[in-house]
């Protein structure tokens, strides 16, 4: 079993979760996507996030997506699996459930009732006591979805807290302060070095994050290679690369990640590459228009062309 652990670094793609069109799981589609996944070279999986549709699941569907995850991915790269809940009873249960499955790792936001330093703190100290020792964890920092507001200082007394959580998934905005001072920090040896993997969506700062210590991007976009090669890139020392890369693609990113119908334009870009066979959001969501779906198809001709002019 690939277990997570504070070494992690590359692309940790959040997944969708296929649907068919009536909206049941299309399980034949999760290994599809499975398999585009890994032949664009991610590094590993994150499945249950928040574009994943994880709260429109059953506990029952839920379990019967990750287990045709992990049996679709077969050991060839960690899976990390999205636990967070309104209370510790079902964390634990699901923890338990997909760790038993081959997981790597589970991630947890803070509830939105969370509130002051101590408050958070507090909560993850609970956290760390339900999953135990044995069960590596991902803190999830995305304060547009929860409403928490996690301070550096606040992060680092998490991290002293708690010995399971291994990384931080940093997502957020603007937070390239933030994780340069979480870095400084972990230097300094005030606390023990994690993985941190950058959520903001689709890698819109990639190149910058990685410029500030980030190990790799933990999110998800419909064209998962250009995090993969702006990390490769950005490791081997050809920053200018990764960023020339980064442009190529950026237009695009951006488009997907509009409120409201970026799940829409992802799971349309994935249909039309084969990724899945319908770009069904299970309801309520949105739809596209006439005009984006034009939008789309201008920018993706665009995109050709840049890669095409990199490529020359």
């Keep these: ?3 997570l652990d504070v070494n992690a670094t590359g692309v940790y793609l959040i997944t969708v979760t296929p649907f068919t069109d009536s909206g049941a799981l299309d399980l034949a589609s999760t290994d599809r996507m499975v398999d585009f996944c890994l032949e664009r070279g991610v590094t590993g999986l994150t499945v249950l996030g928040i574009m994943g549709e994880a709260t ?8 019967i997506f990750v287990q045709q995850v992990l049996r679709r991915v077969n050991g060839a790269v960690p899976v990390v699996v999205g636990a967070s809940a309104p209370g510790f009873a079902p964390m634990r249960e699901l923890t338990d459930n997909v760790m038993a499955m081959g997981a790597a790792g589970v991630m947890v936001a803070p509830p939105h009732t969370v509130r002051t330093d101590d408050q958070i703190v507090a909560y993850f100290d609970m956290v760390q006591e339900t999953l135990g020792t044995q069960v590596p964890w991902v803190l999830q920092d995305h304060p547009v979805s929860t409403g928490v507001q996690m301070s550096p200082g606040v992060i680092l007394r998490i991290l002293k807290n708690a010995p399971g959580c291994v990384m931080l998934k940093h997502e957020d905005c603007p937070g390239l302060a933030k994780l340069t001072t979480l870095r400084a920090a972990s230097t300094r040896g005030e606390v023990r070095r994690v993985s941190i993997l950058c ?34 890139a950005h490791v081997s020392g050809d920053v200018e690369r990764a960023h020339d890369l980064f442009d190529a693609y950026l237009p695009l990113a951006r488009y997907e990640q509009q409120a409201g119908i970026g799940l829409a334009v992802r799971k349309h870009l994935l249909a039309r590459r ?30 050709d062309q840049r890669l095409a002019q990199l490529a020359a």
């Excluded at 959520?199 to 064209?223: C, H, I, K, V």
């Excluded at 990724?275 to 995109?303: C, N, T």
């Design 199 to 232: 959520g903001n969506g689709g890698g819109l700062f990639l190149p910058e994050e990685l410029s500030r210590g980030a190990d790799g991007a933990m999110t998800g976009f419909a064209y998962p290679e250009m995090m993969v090669d702006v990390c490769k």
């Design 274 to 303: 084969g990724a899945i066979a319908s770009a069904a959001i299970r309801k309520p969501g949105p739809k596209l228009s006439p005009q984006d779906l034009a939008d789309i198809e201008r920018l993706v001709r665009r995109q």
């Design 1 to 3: 079993m690939n277990t």
């Design 56 to 63: 429109k699941l059953t506990a029952e569907e839920s379990r």
